[in-house]
């Protein structure tokens, strides 16, 4: 690509709101929290390998008879979430990381086996619930690389 040589009217968005195609099979609950799959499919939350959080769903997303990409979520991506947590909460949990139990409550690192990071605790509400915000588990992003093709090379017959 080359530079621009002109004025480009470049869109944007605030960032807070992403539409996401949902894997095959799958509903997502308003309110649920929301992972990427290994290609890039909206599932609920979970302790699974492969998973990369992506945000909170705004509303419920039902594609359990649709090929994956048939419906859409929209998440949210910034904010503070009051959300469940399996680990026994105190005030000395405040800044602590947090990771996916399921789709609705997260745990501390000693809770889980995948560690799939939904952010850092700002606010101990009780001793099971806590205030989360997301931001920096979502910027945190994932390894990806370019997918490679191979192109079989052109056979040509000549006929003697």
């Known amino acids: 690509m080359t530079a621009l040589t ?4 470049t869109e ?3 960032g807070d709101l992403l539409s996401m195609p949902v894997a095959a099979g799958s509903r997502i609950f308003a309110g649920a929290l929301v992972c990427s799959n290994a290609s890039g499919y909206a599932v609920r939350a979970a302790d699974s390998a492969g998973l990369v959080f992506e945000g909170v769903a705004t509303a419920q997303a039902d594609n359990r008879n649709g090929a994956a990409g048939d419906v859409r979520v929209v998440v949210r991506r910034r904010g503070r979430y009051r959300l469940d947590c399996v680990s026994s909460l105190d005030q000395s949990a405040v800044s602590a990381q947090v990771y996916a139990v ?7 690192a000693s809770d889980v086996s995948h560690s799939v990071g939904v952010g850092v605790i700002d606010r101990v509400e009780s001793a099971d619930e806590c205030w989360v915000s997301i931001d920096s588990a979502v910027l945190a ?3 990806w690389s370019v997918p490679t093709t191979t192109a079989a090379a052109t056979t040509t017959t000549t006929a003697a």
């Open 6 to 9: 002109s004025d480009r009217n």
């Open 12 to 14: 944007y968005s605030l």
């Open 102 to 108: 399921d789709d609705h409550s997260v745990g501390v």
């Open 141 to 143: 992003g994932k390894a």
